[in-house]
């Protein structure tokens, strides 16, 4: 059931923990990932004002709609690239991966029993988006793990490796973006958990 200026397609989101904590950790083999709450706020005392309001301040994506909220990340990275002879060797690479989530926040309190089905509902929006979550880092890690010690031969100017790894890289997204796609396929489906948190959310039940 989407809100008004939310279509189904758009509803992606979600919490990952407190509203405004900060989490790091250390990344698998190296670097860090730091994970950030990032609420805007909505108003509304019962479930469908607070769906409608969600409707008119979620984040904006594509053709004008709105979504209960997305997750978006930042990947760099710190390379070391050793020519050895005539080949070049990709001898570091540390990732610092900073992953935003941007979900809704009641700007007012709520009374029973909004409160419980607005509890709820953001605890199923963030098992949904901890998901998007994960799949990031383990992107990360393959990342990580298929550029080190990658290596070229007749490559002086490491031109080559850049090559393949753009190569790799490309491969990784294109799965990690897959994985998203079909995740989201299943979650939002007629009668799928996306809807079921919704309806619950506004019938109160």
Same mark, same amino acid.
């Given at each position: 059931m989407p809100c008004p200026g939310v279509s189904r397609q758009a509803i992606r989101a979600s919490l990952v923990m407190l509203a405004g904590m900060v989490a790091s950790s250390p990344a698998q083999a190296g670097g860090t990932t730091r994970e950030v709450? +990032? %609420?805007?706020?909505?108003? $509304?005392?019962?479930?469908?004002? /607070?769906?409608?309001?969600? $409707?008119? +301040?979620?984040?904006?994506? $594509?053709?004008?709609? &709105?979504?209960?909220?997305?997750? *978006?990340? *930042?990947? *760099?990275? +710190? &390379?070391?690239?050793? %020519?050895?002879?005539?080949?070049?060797? /990709? #001898?570091?690479?540390?990732? #610092?991966? #900073?992953? *935003?989530? #941007?979900l809704p926040r009641p700007s007012g309190s709520l009374s029973s029993p909004t409160r419980e089905n607005w509890q709820a509902f953001i605890a199923g929006i963030e098992t949904h988006e901890r998901t998007h979550g994960a799949h990031i880092k383990v992107m990360t890690a393959e990342i990580e793990a298929a550029s080190l010690g990658l290596r070229a031969e007749n490559d002086p100017k490491c031109q080559k490796v850049r090559e393949e790894l753009n190569r790799r890289l490309k491969e990784i997204s294109d799965r990690k973006r897959e994985k998203d796609r079909l995740f989201e396929q299943e979650e939002m489906k007629n009668g799928g958990n996306i809807q079921r948190l919704i309806l619950a959310l506004v019938n109160g039940h």
């Open positions: 709450i +990032k %609420p805007y706020a909505i108003s $509304g005392t019962s479930g469908p004002e /607070l769906y409608a309001s969600i $409707g008119e +301040k979620g984040p904006a994506i $594509g053709n004008g709609g &709105r979504a209960i909220a997305h997750t *978006t990340f *930042t990947l *760099t990275w +710190k &390379r070391s690239y050793e %020519p050895q002879g005539q080949a070049c060797v /990709l #001898t570091q690479a540390v990732p #610092t991966l #900073t992953i *935003t989530y #941007t």
